[in-house]
């Protein structure tokens, strides 16, 4: 805008330096209507200006890493007379590295008519993506002068990793593991007398005290209890997402770990429960994940942590939390991607 600015000024100088070197009248009518035209152009922008509005309505929630990304910004004029010149300036960021790209789109918008501007762009990283309307331009007719419209609009787009499985060995110390839960399994009996698998016939093996004596004397003979397994979480994955350690690169390959280990946990029947510390609440965010959906759900969550900044708060959080939770194993994944077990990082995880 500003070289059309300087453009226009120069004409206008030129004009006048013509004004005062030849007396005609055709240039006394052209220098006339070049002063008048910026008093016109700014009428015009003060009278359109709130028929014009604008939003990032057409943004997808997701996308994929290294794939192209379509935001649209819908712009909208209301004025059934004039038609409007407009440039919306969009800012595409990235929350951890906050490294920021702007764009400009420019268009002309027939009166009562809308238009859509398309910005494309990639990430090179997973994560969460901002796009934030950060302006709209309203022009003159001949595209020289403008005035802006305020327009607070922000959308956030999560760039989701590929789930992939990854090679890894689980125990029978990891699938024996029994810890309390509220929720107890369907296919399998176990050993937590406080809740009922099925009752069957009595087998000579049986303990007597697990003889269910009312139902025994209904049915005219005996009747055993099985005891039902809980679905208590074997394994920790703590998410140590420190500012330090993180980076927009780190983040990425922290969330590809994070997926490609909680859908393999989950494809082998190994509950676990993946664990992160939030500075902004003081509080360890937690997520249980026992099939593929809770690890889709898992990764969709995480996208949405920020890095913390006091480690001592957060271990004693940490501590607070776990007191007197046990687990067959707990694996570490730091702000750089890195898988760890006791502090090592493994050939071959084995939990």
Known sequence: MWMRITGYTAVLLLAV???????????SGILVLMVLYPVCAWLFLLMVRKKISAGLDRVPPMGEKGKCIRAGVTVRNASRTAAV???VEISVRNRISGRKIKRRYQGILPPGREETFWCESESDFCGNMEIELESVRICDLLGIFYIKRAVHSRASVKIMPEFRLMPLEITRAAREFRTDSDEYS???????????????EYRVQDSI??????LSAKE??????????PLGCAVLVWIDLSEKETSASGFSKLLETAASLSVTLAEQKCIHLAAWYEEKNERIGMKRVKDEKTAWELVWQL?????????????????DTFRGHEFASTVT?????V???NGQIPELLRL
């Open 333 to 337: 994944i730091d702000g750089q991607g």
């Open 209 to 214: 005290r697990d003889i269910h004596w009312k």
């Open 220 to 229: 005219e003979e005996l009747m055993v209890k099985e005891h039902a397994l």
């Open 303 to 319: 996208t949405e942590q920020e890095p913390y900044r006091d480690p001592v708060r957060k271990q004693v959080c940490f501590e």
């Open 17 to 27: 330096y013509l004004y005062f070197m030849y007396d005609e009248t055709a240039i």
């Open 186 to 200: 369907g296919e399998k009996r176990g050993d937590d007398p406080s809740e009922l698998f099925q009752v069957r």
């Open 85 to 87: 010149r407009c440039e």
């Open 339 to 341: 898988l760890r077990k």
